[in-house]
């Protein structure tokens, strides 16, 4: 094991050790563009996510929320520079009957098993791809590795890596456009068996009754299965996106704003799916703009903005009593209609110009000259006059 992993492993918190699936330490994200300009994405971005526990991350959109679950999955584009580390568990592998076959996925397995990036990186294909890139069989590395695999640095890990042994069977991806991952030659039935057959060891013979519950499970109605993604409506793409990602029964899974379209009944049936498949052992980060949905089944809550985690707290604490201790976090809740209804004032900052101090201050009632310097995280907030405490 090099130093890095070791440093980033002794750094995870005691009580939180024995059962971390994914210890993210010191995330950072940088895009570089034209010009010399920065977009500081995501900054030193540190947590812990247990087998059998939902971390919600929520945050107004544009704060790096996606930018994170896409640099976990090695997803960015060319000219993203990342540090830290983000270490996933050893833990039970694809099992026996995967350890000898893989199909060479370059993120679409995150959705299905699919295949074919654009030249910017986006997912453009789910399915195999030509038999030349096809890599059935591949059999390299012991059965025990593959059946149990190590304690991994996703960060650090190549694409052969990420494509073969991780995408879809360690961690798996529902996507926030899940229209633009679906082939649009293949039928939502296609994507399912496809991947059926690739994640699991499901005979040929039950790979259609297999794809069919995976619809079911997430909500997918049986009469659409023979559609095409253009026939598809947003909510119905959604539901595709995470029949195809719960396939692979992953110890961990990104589910990226998972109800984006859907009526209210169908956010709480897929936001309970979700929570099924933590309930099972697995760890799931959800993240997401519907606090409702985050209250329905998260253990605890993570307040991203500008790129920074600035909260994190029990969820029963964070929605019911005493509540967030960050004023951007407050803010959140009392923007809802069951709450204040009051909107935040003002507008998030450009990530490509950050403030030196803390970057919610143009927007907060209690900020004061202490806020030009940015806050330490502590005791669960980063800020200098936390809700709850007693201002100097």
Do not use: W
């Amino acid at each position: 094991m090099n130093e890095r992993i070791a440093r980033a492993l002794d750094a995870v918190t005691a009580e939180r050790a024995s059962d971390a699936v994914l210890g993210v330490r010191g995330l950072t994200v940088r895009f570089r563009l034209r010009g010399g300009r920065t977009v500081a994405a995501v900054t030193d971005v540190s947590f812990d996510l247990a087998a059998g526990e939902c971390l919600a991350l929520v945050g107004e959109s544009g704060c790096g929320k996606s930018v994170l679950a896409s640099a976990l999955l090695g997803l960015l584009p060319g000219n993203a520079e990342t540090t830290g580390t983000a270490l996933l568990a050893a833990g039970p592998g694809p099992g026996a009957a995967e350890a000898h076959t893989g199909t060479d996925r370059h993120g679409g397995a995150a959705v299905g098993v699919g295949r074919g990036l654009r030249g910017d990186g986006a997912v453009v294909g789910v399915g195999r791809g030509s038999p030349g890139e096809a890599a059935v069989g591949d059999g390299r590395g012991s059965r025990a590795e593959a059946v149990h695999p190590p304690v991994l640095d996703l960060l650090a890990a190549d694409e052969r890596t990420l494509a073969r042994t991780v995408r879809g069977r360690r961690v798996g991806l529902v996507p926030q456009s899940p229209a633009a991952h679906l082939t649009s030659v293949r039928t939502v039935r296609a994507h399912l068996e496809e991947t059926v057959r690739a994640l699991t060891d499901t005979p040929r013979r039950e790979r259609r009754a297999a794809a069919e519950a995976a619809a079911a499970r997430a909500a997918f109605p049986a009469g659409h299965l023979d559609r095409y993604p253009h026939e598809l409506s947003g909510g119905l793409a959604q539901r595709a996106a995470t029949a195809l990602a719960l396939i692979g029964d992953a110890p961990l899974l990104l589910a990226d704003e998972p109800t984006t379209g859907l009526d209210r009944e169908l956010v709480d049936r897929t936001a309970d799916e979700l929570r099924r498949h933590a309930d099972r052992g697995k760890a799931l980060l959800l993240i997401t703009h519907d606090l409702a949905a985050a209250r329905r089944v998260a253990d605890r809550v993570a307040v991203m903005y500008a790129g920074r985690i600035v909260e994190v707290a029990a969820a029963a604490r964070f929605f019911g009593d005493p509540g967030p201790r960050h004023p951007y976090a407050r803010g959140l809740l009392d923007a809802l209609p069951d709450r204040e209804f009051t909107p935040i004032p003002g507008l998030p900052p450009e990530l490509s110009a950050l403030p030196e101090g803390c970057a919610f201050a143009p927007r907060c009632a209690r900020a004061s000259a202490s806020c030009a310097v940015r806050p330490e995280f502590r005791a669960g907030a980063a800020c200098h006059h936390p809700l709850g405490a007693s201002r100097a």
